[in-house]
């Protein structure tokens, strides 16, 4: 059964997902969430023990990785699961980050934003709790106004619990954060280093112009790779 999973180990377990599709002539776009996105693109020091994960083709892809979980024995058949789907936004994520491509899959990720404006809303714990730190500073967020005006955003207004509301701001604030009277965060956009954050590819596309597909800082997206 598998245990907490590293970077390492999401990424290659996606990539044997791939080459497995691949060889039933499926190509997967798979978008990721929850605690696979923060290993993947944010906090690398992070670990999980299963992937939430949506795509067009769920139904064929979960049917091969619980198959692939049967094959290896030492994953649980739900290790990539869609069970996520119902809690998403029903906003498109304009900045989702594409992770990487795969013969077979290509990964994206939740940006930051509606990460936190998801994380915001469950509020579940001291993990998710670090996690709305470190995207609030991915974001660039200095105050616990912009954060509700994100979550309103992205899940509409009075969506957010009043018992989260109190969690997160009793936190943040403890940490320092103010509660208004900061300038307005940059959104879906924002990039960072490499500590974690969201840069442009920048490849030379057939335009002459440079490619705009957001990806993991220090990588160029699937078409541009050498």
């Known amino acids: ?112 934003t509606h990460l936190l404006a998801m994380k915001v809303r469950a509020a579940r714990g001291l993990r998710d709790l670090d996690d709305i730190a470190l995207l609030s500073e991915v974001i660039g967020i200095q105050s616990l106004e912009q954060i509700w005006a994100i979550a309103d955003e992205v899940w509409g207004p009075g969506m957010v619990r009043d018992e989260s509301r109190l969690l997160v701001g009793e936190f943040l604030l403890a940490r320092g954060m103010a509660v208004g009277d900061a300038a307005p965060a940059t959104r879906s956009d924002t990039r960072r280093g490499e500590a974690g954050g969201v840069t442009f590819c920048s490849g030379a596309t057939s335009a002459g112009a440079p490619c705009s597909r957001r990806v993991a800082p220090g990588t160029r997206c699937w078409q541009h790779r050498t």
């Open 1 to 112: 059964m598998s245990s907490e999973l590293d970077r390492a180990a999401v990424v290659a377990l996606l990539r044997e997902l791939g080459a497995r599709l691949a060889a039933r002539s499926i190509e997967a776009d798979v978008h990721i969430v929850g605690g696979a996105a923060m290993l993947l693109a944010y906090n690398r020091a992070v670990v999980t023990r299963d992937i939430d994960a949506v795509t067009e083709q769920q139904a064929e892809v979960e049917a091969e990785a619980q198959a692939m979980a049967v094959d290896r024995g030492d994953l649980d058949r739900d290790w990539f699961n869609g069970r996520v789907k119902p809690l998403l936004p029903h906003v498109f994520d304009a900045g989702q980050v594409e992770a990487f491509h795969a013969p077979g899959i290509t990964v994206s990720i939740a940006s930051p």
